[in-house]
């Protein structure tokens, strides 16, 4: 039920993925809508938001959706309401959330924090990749292994993010569970009300049919 008709190709899946057809405030609505109408209850679906925002705030790319899956079953959340807000990590808030986030786990580690920029942010995390990749080839080619990039993310990204993220990951988690049962609530109720007006709108429809000689 969930399929596409038209089935994406490869590079497109990837330009959606920084820039949704339509616009990010399209897709966003489409997410919100979608998660307003999930049937399960405002507090399980609230808490499922609450995992994908939190995990928005940890360096785990590539994990963030099994771990937001894993902390909404933990919590007794919707799973796939944590799935869907996850994508509150984008572009548009990849920056602030890492500067939040290094800003506060420096603090917290008593460490220096030179303030990044995007380029340097994902410069660092290649460097770091390819280093990785270099010692794992190094592992069956006998080359001597370099782990200099990867230490250095480690101490002056990874690390403080990790830990940093964790604060600012349960505030904007909480802010998003008690901003979401309220409104999802509402807009239940709402649809419960014009189904059960349709329902009426029905059976009136067939009263009036059966007094018909």
């Known amino acids: 039920m969930f399929k596409r008709r038209d089935k994406r190709k490869f590079g497109r899946i990837m330009l959606d993925s920084v820039y ?28 499922g938001i609450f995992a994908g925002v939190f995990v928005s705030f940890t360096p785990l790319y590539g994990l963030h959706f099994f771990l937001a899956a894993l902390i909404a079953w933990g919590l007794r959340g919707n799973i796939l309401a944590a799935l869907l807000s996850t994508l509150f990590g984008n572009p548009l ?5 890492a500067m939040v986030s290094l800003k506060t786990g420096h603090f917290l580690l008593g460490s220096r924090f ?11 995390f290649r460097g770091a990749g390819e280093d990785l ?37 349960i505030a904007a988690g909480l802010v998003a569970y008690y901003l979401s049962v309220p409104v999802i609530t ?28």
């Open 133 to 169: 990749m270099d010692n794992l080839v190094a592992v069956f080619t006998g080359a001597e292994a370099n782990w200099a990039r990867l230490g250095q993310f480690y101490h002056e990204l990874f690390l403080p993010y990790l830990i940093g993220g964790i604060a600012p990951g």
């Open 20 to 47: 949704p057809r339509g616009g990010w405030g399209r897709a966003l609505y489409y997410i919100t809508h979608r998660v307003r109408r999930l049937p399960d209850t405002p507090q399980k679906i609230a808490r």
């Open 186 to 213: 509402a807009y239940q109720n709402r649809r419960r009300g014009r189904l059960k007006e349709k329902l009426a709108e029905l059976r009136q429809k067939a009263g009036t049919a059966d007094d018909r000689p």
């Open 114 to 124: 030179d303030e990044p920029s995007e380029t340097t942010l994902v410069a660092k």
């Open 93 to 97: 808030t990849y920056v602030p959330i």
